[in-house]
């Protein structure tokens, strides 16, 4: 047996961090924890815990089965914890659920047209590639914990006083 | 009135000595010595331990001196001007710089990187590798010259154009390439996305356990990319002991603690004047805003994900002062 133990925490069990200031002020981290974020979500919501202009990081609660979504860039998710199914499709004509210089993560309204792609399971640590031109949708029998890699879009919500120390 | 020495003799317990501009680079069996020019023809000198002055040296060679401020330590550092790098002593200390003791000077990049290798080499032993945690690589930093570990210091970030493993792309790391389990992650599961791709699809659907990859990372300190959104990177690192330099931000990064958990120091960038502590515990997130320099201490190996905007225009949007240091204002 390892005499290290890694610790990954968990929606049911984490324990967030802390800041120690000086001369500063706590907002100026935007200090949360996607845990807690999540805990705290409804299903999917895609709330930013981090921004850097156009770009952001989401914290989504997986639970059930997401509608479907795509993007004109490539986005990427990883589980933090917990068990996900994406299933993809490849869009006929992706130009017309997401203009190519649309930026986010844009719902799909309907069902998507185009040829079925498969599907990835993903566990905790697992990273996946939502590639552009493609439709997805997550589902996940328990709540788990993503982040998503993506731009500010229609759907992201920021709610950083809530979220982060203040 | 006593001073530092115009010259170092050319080689000292068996180690090279080297010029750069006006600085003077000398080692001996358990201290790097640099010096510099002041005010008054002198000459200031600085005291940095080899094995602490190696590991920020690798970290420059290795990240092309990086984003904004590489200090060594609260004394000596590098600024990267994206095409020439400058050189500084004391001038982000505001004791050494308000008394006329600091220096800085600039220089062409590929004429400095190259200089840098050879100290790495001349002054890199055997069986001391300047990525690895103290546990690692021991005590073969000191000592009189002997040997040398040019594979060790041969290693740079990972480029990678979309996601590792994807055909064309950086490749995965497993035992078969040389990436063993490191000993701190012996316990993380090493199981892969279960991926069912649909004839013809089999090339656009790609997942990889990220955590296993890290697990396997062979440097500590040292991102490398994993996904690129844009300018978006996702550079994701392990981390044991110390960062070996304090990073001064041209910009804002963030980070992402996926395990375990790093205390970090914050420090004013331009003074070195203590901000904050962060301690950052698996699944925090924290903003490092662009006016800041800051040093993290891992007390066990740790997973961290970095996350940087390589858009290079918005380091002279920060410069200018067109906008807050701060990602968010809420």
């Avoid at chain 1, 509608?67 to 917990?82: I, R």
């Avoid at chain 1, 996940?140 to 982040?147: F, H, L, Q, Y």
């Avoid at chain 2, 154009?161 to 000993?183: A, F, T, W």
Wanted: with cysteine; net charge negative; glycine share 8%.
């Amino acid at each position: 047996m390892s005499e290290f133990v890694t610790r990954f925490d968990s929606l049911n069990d984490y324990e967030k961090g802390h800041i120690e200031i000086i001369n500063d002020k706590p907002k100026h981290y935007c200090f949360s924890n996607v845990f807690e974020v999540a805990s705290g979500a409804k299903p999917y919501e895609k709330i930013a815990v981090a921004k850097n202009f156009e770009y952001v990081i989401e914290a989504i609660r997986a639970e059930g089965k997401s509608s479907w979504m795509a993007a004109a860039h490539d986005e990427f998710c990883v589980v933090m914890d917990g068990d996900v199914t994406i299933e993809f499709v490849k869009l006929d004509h992706p130009e017309s659920v997401a203009a190519s210089d649309k930026e986010g993560t844009v719902p799909v309204s309907g069902e998507p047209q185009g040829k079925r792609m498969g599907t990835i399971r993903l566990k905790r640590g697992h990273q996946a590639l939502l590639p552009k031109g493609a439709a997805y949708r997550f589902d996940s029998a328990k709540p788990s914990v993503m982040i998503q890699q993506t731009l500010q879009g229609d759907l992201t919500v920021q709610k950083w006083a809530e979220i982060c120390y203040r | 009135m006593n001073a530092p020495p115009e010259k170092f003799p050319a080689t000292i317990a068996g180690y090279k000595t080297f010029e750069l501009g006006a600085f003077t680079f000398s080692r001996d069996e358990y201290f790097v010595t640099i010096t510099w020019p002041v005010q008054g023809g002198r000459r200031q000198s600085h005291t940095i331990s080899a094995d602490a002055f190696l590991r920020a040296l690798m970290r420059d060679v290795a990240w092309g001196f990086f984003y904004g401020v590489v200090n060594f330590d609260p004394v000596f550092g590098t600024r990267n001007l994206y095409g020439k790098v400058e050189f500084f002593g004391g001038r982000l200390n505001e004791h050494y710089h308000n008394n006329g003791l600091s220096c800085v000077e600039v220089f062409d990049t590929p004429v400095t990187m190259k200089l840098i290798k050879e100290i790495l080499a001349d002054w890199v032993n055997e069986g001391f590798d300047p990525f690895a945690a103290p546990m690692e690589t021991g005590d073969a930093a000191f000592g009189v010259k002997h040997g040398d570990n040019l594979k060790a210091i041969d290693r740079y970030r990972v480029p990678t154009k979309r996601m590792p493993g994807l055909e064309g792309d950086s490749p995965l790391r497993g035992d078969d390439n040389g990436y063993p389990i490191n000993r701190a992650f012996a316990d993380v599961a090493q199981d892969q996305p279960e991926i069912h791709a649909e004839p013809g699809f089999e090339k656009e659907l790609h997942g990889f356990n990220l955590f296993a990859y890290l697990s396997r990372s062979d440097v500590t300190w040292n991102p490398s990319v994993t996904s690129v959104c844009k300018n978006s990177l996702f550079c994701p690192t392990t981390e044991e002991y110390i960062l070996p330099i304090i990073h001064g931000n041209d910009r804002v990064e963030w980070f992402v603690q996926l395990s375990d958990e790093i205390m970090w120091n914050i420090n004013d960038k331009d003074t070195g004047r203590p901000r904050a502590r962060v301690l950052m515990k698996a699944g925090d997130v924290a903003a490092m805003p662009a006016d800041i320099a800051h040093q993290g201490f891992s007390k066990k190996r740790s997973m961290l994900l970095v996350w940087e905007n390589a858009n290079p225009e918005i380091v002279k949007m920060y410069e200018s002062k067109q906008l807050p240091p701060y990602p968010v204002e809420f």
